[in-house]
């Protein structure tokens, strides 16, 4: 095998994550093909402080090299990526998003990064997710598809500089939706790579719905989608007791995209909170 030749930078957000699946997924990450050497990881904890004193006696314990952990207040998956992002090494070709709750195949790394090369970093790119893959589509050919989530997903340095990381506006949820939007916006494409293998269980986000279509309301609002706005703020008006004088309030201070940057992205609000035309039908 042939040494790797870029420092990958992983960022990973805890949240009161049990031990066990924080490392279950650093065991993976300290078991890929891919030289350890290049590998930094960085942990943003956001949840109680006995994560991070169970992270840190983990990482002693298993006497594991290249990695930081530190702790920060609650501030969602974007910001809390952009936070981690700013404490990135000079020498890193590529940022990657990783979520505590699965874990990459051995090989993944490796071939995200050969994909990207392939591609001339031109774009960011994420893994298939198992045993349940996403249900939007992607060109088999090519990979290119609509948008790149954000569980697992490689995103060149500078392509992350240039667009300014997450917006911080959305807590959780759709944030990686909007972010791959604006990377199309600015000129490069979204890529799913097969080859690439992100074990990721599927969880019951029914407690979560408020979130959800108080993200959907907002994505909607920033990409000029007046239908789909409507539906969803009626979606989050249902699981909220405020007015919609109340609800269009917290949209007054959020910047749309323009129209030329909305045409450039073709942001998909046809099909639901699947972003992209469905897989399966």
Known sequence: MLPAKYTLSI??????????????NLEAIYSQQYSQNKIHIIIRNQGNYRTLEEILLLIQQKQWTNIDVYHG?????????NDIFSRVSSD???????????????AALTELVNMAEYNNWHGIFEAIHEPIMHPKSFNHNTGETDWCSGACMLIPVDIYQKIN?????????CEDVDFSWRVKA????????TKALFFHYAMDRKDRELEIWKSATLIAHKWRSVKFKKFALNQWK???????????EQLINVQQHTVDEV???NPDFKNG?????????
Request: glycine share 8%.
């Open 11 to 24: 960022g990973i957000i805890t949240y009161n994550n049990p031990i066990e699946e924080i490392e279950r």
């Open 73 to 81: 207040e609650n501030i969602g998956f974007g910001a809390g990526h």
């Open 92 to 106: 890193s070709k590529a940022y990657i998003c990783l979520n505590p709750d699965g874990f990459l195949h051995p």
């Open 263 to 265: 045409m450039k992205a």
């Open 273 to 281: 909170l699947n972003f992209s035309k469905p897989m399966w039908r």
């Open 186 to 193: 600015a000129g490069y494409k979204c890529f799913t790579c």
């Open 238 to 248: 249902k699981r909220l007791d405020l007015s919609d004088i109340d609800l269009n």
């Open 165 to 173: 990381g997450f917006d911080k506006d959305f807590f959780l949820y």
